[in-house]
């Protein structure tokens, strides 16, 4: 009971990403009516990137049960992936490439997450499992970082495509 207690304390201390640092600015729309596509597009995008946090992130933190152990994390990166997607859809977003750069994402955070609940139980000294969390909590930052630069040039360059297009 004590070695779960210990767990969950680690895992509240992993932070949640309230920074823009990480999510980045929100991307900037163009003047003028031939650019209402782009615009568009943007909007859409702007409007997930605002909501990720509580949507994405903040959801499934909370879906997390207290003293249910590390093992956890690993449904909380499904939850990431699976609450992503429904955020894209609802923005009508959900198409390549950021569906891709979101799988991509998720492709990468999955066995990071399994790797941390393996060593966590390995681990037989609480700072051996603060270490492991910590770092767990400065590479999903990391991640998260690369994932919304990778977005943003995504959407910028499909949104300049159907403004081409339309």
Request: hydrophobic letters at 35%; proline letters at 2%; charged letters at 20%.
């Amino acid at each position: 009971m004590k070695k779960i207690l210990v767990i969950m304390v680690l895992i509240s201390l992993i932070p949640t990403v309230s920074n823009a640092s990480v999510l980045g600015n929100y991307l900037s729309t163009k003047d003028g009516a031939e650019n209402r596509i782009y615009n568009l597009v943007i909007e859409s995008y702007n409007n997930f990137k605002r909501n990720f946090k509580s949507e994405v992130l903040d959801y499934c933190k909370n879906q997390m049960i207290s003293g249910g152990g590390i093992n956890q994390i690993i449904q909380q990166t499904k939850c990431e992936y699976n609450a992503a997607v429904d955020l894209l859809s609802s923005n009508d977003i959900n198409f390549d490439p950021m569906s891709e750069i979101t799988w991509n994402w998720h492709q990468d955070a999955h066995p990071m997450s399994k790797t941390v609940a393996v060593t966590v139980h390995r681990c037989s000294s609480s700072s051996c499992k603060s270490d492991t969390l910590n770092n767990y909590a400065e590479n999903k930052i990391t991640l998260l970082t690369s994932y919304f630069r990778k977005m943003d040039r995504g959407v910028k360059k499909i949104a300049l495509e159907a403004n081409e297009k339309y």
